[in-house]
């Protein structure tokens, strides 16, 4: 079977903050964070800034998912970048997300700290890259807080104080809340397998509830110069029309 072209973005990037080193940048939903080979042609903010600027020069300092929108950050000269490599490398860059997930917990913080790694090949896994807390895993800490409940489901916060791979997402299914939207770790194990072979038809966003995983960062802070810099990006207009859709569905 050919697999279907990826639906294309509804929306482009937009700066949040200019700084004469850095910008903090929304990326869309559905957007790379710089140009990779792919069978598919995807749109990237680096090149969509490099050309909107003329900055050549920029370059991200981390990576959000494909899927994932809110801050991004690009740094504008040699220099900006190596100081935000010192800053992430110490840790003093924190991120904060929000995710819509399925259920409500009986808790309104929770520090989860849970070793993740792969889960490997096998039973009801045919997944490779899928993540899961494993005793031999990599220390993975995540700081939650719920934000709202509505109709089944619940808006939280997550601030990763380590930067596993999909940490959020896999401590979210670890605690029984799957993300609303996310095809690895969500409630169908099928979701991805489906998407790699026929891409993201109706029927599966259907499934979901939406054609991305329900995953936004939304705030980013660190120090700069003797300044402490604190940029937010109001949750995505997807993400926000599918809460609003649980609160009409309530009354």
């Known amino acids: ?30 957007w790379l964070t710089h140009p990779v080979r792919a069978r598919v042609d995807v749109p990237d903010v680096l090149s969509f ?22 801050a991004q950050l690009l740094t504008r000269d040699a220099d900006a970048a190596r100081t935000f490599f010192t800053l992430f490398k ?4 924190g991120k904060t997300y929000l995710a819509v997930v399925h259920g409500q917990p009986d808790w309104e913080r929770r520090t989860l700290d849970a ?4 889960l490997g090949l096998g039973g009801a896994n045919q997944v490779v890259i899928r993540q899961a807390v494993v005793p031999n895993g990599r220390p993975a800490v995540t700081d939650f807080r719920v934000v709202a409940r509505r109709a089944g489901h619940a808006l939280i916060e997550a601030y990763p104080r380590s930067g596993r791979l999909h940490q959020i997402r896999a401590h979210l299914s670890h605690l029984g809340l799957p993300m609303v939207g996310d095809k690895i770790y969500g409630r169908d194990p099928q979701a991805f397998l489906e998407f790699m072979e026929s891409g993201q038809t109706p029927e599966l966003t259907q499934r979901l509830g939406l054609p991305r995983q329900a995953l936004h960062a939304t705030r980013i802070a660190f120090p700069w110069h003797g300044a402490q810099v604190q940029v937010e990006v109001p949750l995505a207009a997807d993400l926000q029309a599918y809460w609003n859709a649980l609160s009409a569905a309530n009354t």
Do not use: C, I, N, W
Request: net charge negative.
């Open 1 to 30: 079977m050919t697999r279907s072209p990826l639906l294309p973005p509804t929306g482009r990037p937009s700066v949040v903050l200019e700084h004469p080193d850095f910008y903090v940048v929304h990326k869309p939903a559905l």
């Open 49 to 70: 800034m490099q050309r909107e600027t003329g900055e050549q020069d920029l370059a991200p300092p981390h990576r959000l998912d494909r899927e994932t929108s809110g």
């Open 90 to 93: 110490t840790h003093l860059v």
């Open 115 to 118: 070793p993740l790694g792969d």
